[in-house]
């Protein structure tokens, strides 16, 4: 079937390059994206029983794992914006982010819920505070690239008990997961930065500028922002559940096909002396279009080492798939922030975050640490009910508080030791 399915793909593309002139360039361009769908909806047609299966599956992930995972996150993060918690939050936590990535206190927040909630709750945040104007374009560039993160829900969860059956990798791909994140965050403090000298303004007299945010808060209607707040959240729940079922089909129709499968061969070809196996290329690649596919088909793999498979693993998990990166287009859509920072600071994301797994897995400071593979699509999801994931969404709430309340308390800290050292 695959291969009548290339074959009337390659006779159209034949006929198309058979009557092309180089005049039709600019219709070439309109038309591609009808194009695109025209051979989508024909290979709907052909691979029909593929193309229900994994939109069934696409279906039951979001109903039963993303949307009681995310939206208690969203929920609460538009009521805080609606009460103007964020903004006082903003000042109080000056002192770290502008030193270290060069935005302002409010981006802890994003920070925060980004790395405990998972994607893409952190391009949700950042889009709410640039449409707040509580950030400048760059600076909203500046903090997207790095606060849209996978949760230690799906780390841990998915990836560590339910396709390795090692709680362990979970702690250890999770940890340097935060810290590439961290890294990429360091390193685009300096993206669209110009020089500037002096002390920044915003860092003096933090604590009269917090309690004066709060007297000038307006009091709110408790029931107008709690049903805004569920109105809007459930909307963006619906877009990325949208999403997650197209790329779904998308992904399984490719792999029907062996567009992965010939891509990987020639991607093999031309790094003969990488040492990386053809398996390795075509599970990556399928991560690339869709994060739990591809993490998926590497926890099958065998004859690979373990240190590789964490690696690729790490990889998929930075780089976040394309089916992440079109929720995140979607939802920055409506403002001017530009995706492409975002797209090479996930790039970026996965490359650190494989180094820092290699690294770790080459130190060898848990010896015992072996590879069970459960085999299986989220095998995990038999165990835990969606209210348990629910649950879990509210204790990682509570623990994006906590960290935004450690974040402050660092704050003073460095406030007082500015003072001392004046």
């Known amino acids: 079937m695959s291969l009548y399915a290339f074959a009337v793909l390659s006779g159209m593309l034949l006929i198309a390059l058979y009557n092309f002139k180089p005049t039709s360039v600019i219709y070439l ?37 993303v949307f009681p995972s995310l939206f208690p996150f969203f929920v609460a993060s538009e009521i805080l914006y609606r009460t103007g918690f964020i903004k006082s939050l903003g000042i109080l936590l000056e002192p770290i982010m502008r030193p270290l990535f060069n935005v302002p206190g409010c981006g802890s927040f994003a920070l925060a819920m980004g790395i405990t909630s998972g994607y893409p709750v952190g391009a949700k945040l950042t889009a709410k505070m640039r449409e707040e104007k509580l950030l400048t374009k760059t600076e909203s560039e500046r903090l997207l690239s790095f606060t849209n993160n996978s949760g230690p829900l799906f780390i841990v969860g998915a990836v560590a008990v339910g396709m390795f059956n090692t709680p362990k ?16 965050g360091i390193f685009f403090r300096f993206y669209g930065c110009k020089k500037t000298s002096g002390k920044n303004p915003e860092c003096s007299n933090i604590l009269k500028k917090f309690k004066k945010e709060l007297a000038n808060t307006q009091s709110v209607n408790i029931g107008e922002i ?30 029907e096909t062996g567009v992965i499968n010939i891509a990987a061969a020639f991607l093999s070809l031309l790094f003969p002396l990488s040492g990386i196996s053809r398996e390795i290329i075509s599970s990556v690649l399928s991560g690339f ?49 530009s995706i492409k920072p975002y797209l090479f ?52 709430v509570l623990i994006s508080l906590a960290v935004l309340i450690v974040m402050a308390g660092i704050s003073f800290l460095v406030k007082i030791c500015k003072r001392l050292k004046e």
């Not at 990798?169 to 990429?184: P, Q």
């Not at 004859?303 to 992440?324: D, E, H, K, P, R």
């Not at 790039?347 to 060898?364: C, E, Q, R």
Request: charged content about 10%; proline content about 1%.
């Open 29 to 65: 361009k309109r038309l591609s994206l009808p194009i695109i769908c025209t051979v989508f909806v024909l290979l709907l047609i052909i691979f029909s029983n593929t193309a229900v299966s994994s939109a069934s599956r696409g279906l039951n992930l979001w109903l039963n794992v």
């Open 169 to 184: 990798i979970g702690f250890i791909l999770l940890f340097c997961h935060i810290l590439a994140c961290i890294t990429v």
């Open 226 to 255: 709690l049903g805004d707040s569920i109105r809007s959240s459930i909307n963006t729940i619906l877009t990325i559940g949208g999403f997650i079922i197209l790329f779904s089909v998308i992904i399984n129709l490719l792999l």
């Open 289 to 337: 279009f869709e994060i739990t596919t591809g993490i998926n088909m590497i926890s099958k793999l065998e004859g690979i080492s373990f240190a590789q498979q964490l690696s690729a693993i790490s990889l998929i998990l930075g780089w976040a798939g394309l089916s992440v990166h079109f929720q995140v287009y979607s939802i920055i859509s409506k403002t001017d922030i």
């Open 345 to 396: 600071g996930k790039l970026m994301h996965g490359l650190f975050a494989a180094l820092y797994v290699s690294i770790f897995m080459n130190l060898s400071i848990i010896p015992d640490l072996e590879s069970q593979s459960v085999f299986g699509y989220f095998t995990y999801t038999s165990d835990w009910s969606c209210l348990n994931y629910f649950v879990k969404s509210i204790e990682n």
